[in-house]
Every structure is written in structure tokens, then in C-alpha cells.
T-cell receptor, first 113, second 110 residues
């Protein structure tokens, strides 16, 4: 079991551009949560997807959007990138059916220049 | 509002010395508390959760509802314990996301 897989591992974008990050959950998990981890900070919750719908959302602007596919994989999209969006983006998967526990991916390091 | 506070950004101890990483929380309901660890060049992973009351790698943590604390302790630090430690909370339903503290970097000196 590969656990949670995220791609790409690193990304450099220019201000104003758009970016898409991808996440494949751990086998058996049906829920995907996305977190942003700025340098020197703990992870901050962006949103959570279950049954292909956004179920909960943190305090992030509408520039941050997502999607979950029938195979439970997920994408995080960020539009109109700002320098402040530079961070490590973490994906965590979990299951609604069993005692929940989050499994984290290694993250995507996004740098906005 | 939900909040997790880890007052120390960096904690340095000598090998064999006791370790205590502090965590205080603010939560209106009945929280579930976690400690996550991130070793160098590795992903974030669960160390322990208070409902399981386990001891993992010699670490323990007791939930003190009166002091709203969930400090992580180990009697004898090892060099391999050097890592970033995050305290986090959620609720018991499993439906709310994790709220993390800013983390404490533990450095164990040989």
C-alpha cells in the first residue's frame, strides 16, 4: 500500500497563474482533506471532500477550490496565485466507515515568484 | 474558537534527559487530542491519540481537562526522537478537521 500519494512534489509558479495539485488517498479511504503549511507554521485546514462534495471548509478564499473523483482521488486548484500562497500543501485521507485517523501525504511544495 | 498552543518553538535536551513538550488547547466541546511527529525528510505521522491511551516509542500524553493541556512526555530522550512535533485536536465525531498547533522542534543532543 503506497499510502497517500501527492503530485507533483515541487512546483514553481508566477503570480497570477493557476495551479492544480493532485492527491490519491490510501487504499480503503474515502475522504480527502487538504491543508496548507506555511514555513514555521502548523498545517491549516483548507477543505474536506467526501462523496465528491466539499463537506467542510476552512478560512480560505474562493480562489482555493477542489474536486473529488469517483475513485476518491482529489485535486486542489488555486487561481490568481499570490506570493503568500507559497507553502507546503498536504493531503490527508481518512475513512468514514472505520475509526477515523488521518494518513498524510508527503506534500507538494509550491513556490510562487 | 478552537485553538492549539505550543509555547516552545524549539526544545533542546541531552540524550537520556526527560522530555516534556507542552500543548494547551481551547475548545468549546469535548475534544479529541493528538500528537503528530515529522522526522527529517519524512511525512507527518500520528504519534499518539489520547483516547487510545497508548505509549508509543516511550512517549505518553495525558489529557488534563482542568488545565486544558495535553503535554507529551518521555522519561529518557533518544537521539532518534529529534523531530518536529505537532499537537492537534478534533472532536469525537470524526467529522471535523484537525486543528494544529505551530509545532515544537525537539533536538536531542548526544
Amino acid at each position: 500500500d503506497a499510502g497517500v500519494t501527492q503530485s507533483p512534489t515541487h512546483l514553481i509558479k508566477t503570480r497570477g497563474q493557476q495551479v492544480t495539485l493532485r492527491c490519491s488517498p490510501k487504499s480503503g479511504h474515502d475522504t480527502v482533506s487538504w491543508y496548507q503549511q506555511a514555513l514555521g507554521q502548523g498545517p491549516q485546514f483548507i477543505f474536506q471532500y467526501y462523496e465528491e462534495e466539499e463537506r467542510q471548509r476552512g478560512n480560505f478564499p474562493d480562489r482555493f477550490s477542489g474536486h473529488q473523483f469517483p475513485n476518491y482521488s482529489s485535486e486542489l486548484n488555486v487561481n490568481a496565485l499570490l506570493l503568500g500562497d507559497s507553502a507546503l500543501y498536504l493531503c490527508a485521507s481518512s475513512s468514514q466507515a472505520v475509526d477515523y485517523g488521518y494518513t498524510f501525504g508527503s506534500g507538494t511544495r509550491l513556490t510562487v515568484v | 474558537a478552537q485553538r492549539v498552543t505550543q509555547p516552545e518553538k524549539l526544545l533542546s535536551v541531552f540524550k537520556g534527559a526527560p522530555v516534556e513538550l507542552k500543548c494547551n488547547y481551547s475548545y468549546s466541546g469535548s475534544p479529541e487530542l493528538f500528537w503528530y511527529v515529522q522526522y527529517s525528510r519524512q511525512r507527518l505521522q500520528l504519534l499518539l491519540r489520547h483516547i487510545s491511551r497508548e505509549s508509543i516509542k516511550g512517549f505518553t500524553a495525558d489529557l488534563n481537562k482542568g488545565e486544558t493541556s495535553f503535554h507529551l512526555k518521555k522519561p529518557f530522550a533518544q537521539e532518534e526522537d529529534s523531530a518536529m512535533y505537532y499537537c492537534a485536536l478534533s472532536d469525537h465525531s470524526g467529522n471535523t478537521p484537525l486543528v494544529f498547533g505551530k509545532g515544537t522542534r525537539l533536538s536531542v543532543i548526544a
